[in-house]
């Protein structure tokens, strides 16, 4: 860089390959069951698929845009120490997995209310729903259930079909 000046980039937490991909209002990304994923039947152990879950949680909340290294800087001075945490989850186990299946976890909002966002997900094989789970992440700040900041509910609630 010219002028002395020093340049920051920000880091590059996306891949495409990785992290899925947003389409038509829902998150999609693909993951292989590996042996360390069963049980001793052969099939994915239950608690697996949390594991799966949350990965798509993850992905799509990094993919919802450009600007949310900005709209989390912002939320931290609104309310510091701000985490999002899983207040609640149905989960309905419909169809085994088993080892080196190709699975896509699919991530679609629901709702964005006062201090959560509900989440509905299904672990799909081909055409087939696998798990089918709703989830309620709740915001936190310092121990307590606090408001969405402003910066981030518009961006959750631009995601909300």
């Given at each position: ?5 020093v ?8 891949k ?6 947003i389409?038509?209002?829902s ?8 042996y360390?994923?069963?049980?001793f039947?052969?099939v994915?152990?239950h608690?697996n698929?949390?594991r799966?879950?949350e ?17 989390f ?9 701000f985490?999002?945490?899983?207040r609640?989850?149905?989960?309905d186990?419909?169809k085994?997995?088993?080892m ?6 699919v ?16 672990v799909?094989r ?8 709703q989830?309620r992440v709740?915001?936190?700040?310092e ?6 900041p ?7 609630k631009?995601?909300?079909?």
């Amino acid at each position: 860089m010219s002028g002395g000046g020093v340049s920051i980039e920000k880091p590059n937490v996306t891949k495409p390959n990785l992290d899925g991909e947003i389409r038509a209002g829902s998150h999609r990304m693909e993951v292989r069951v590996y042996y360390e994923d069963t049980d001793f039947s052969g099939v994915t152990y239950h608690a697996n698929y949390l594991r799966f879950m949350e990965r798509g949680r993850t992905n799509h909340l990094r993919l919802m845009g450009a600007e949310q290294h900005a709209l989390f800087a912002e939320a931290q001075v609104e309310t510091p120490g701000f985490a999002f945490v899983v207040r609640s989850m149905q989960l309905d186990f419909l169809k085994p997995a088993r080892m080196d299946d190709v699975l896509e976890v699919v991530t679609w909002p629901v709702a964005v209310k006062g201090a959560s966002i509900v989440l509905a997900q299904e672990v799909r094989r081909g055409e087939d729903v696998l798990v089918r789970a709703q989830v309620r992440v709740a915001f936190i700040s310092e121990g307590r259930a606090q408001p969405i900041p402003r910066a981030l509910r518009t961006l959750l609630k631009a995601d909300v079909i």
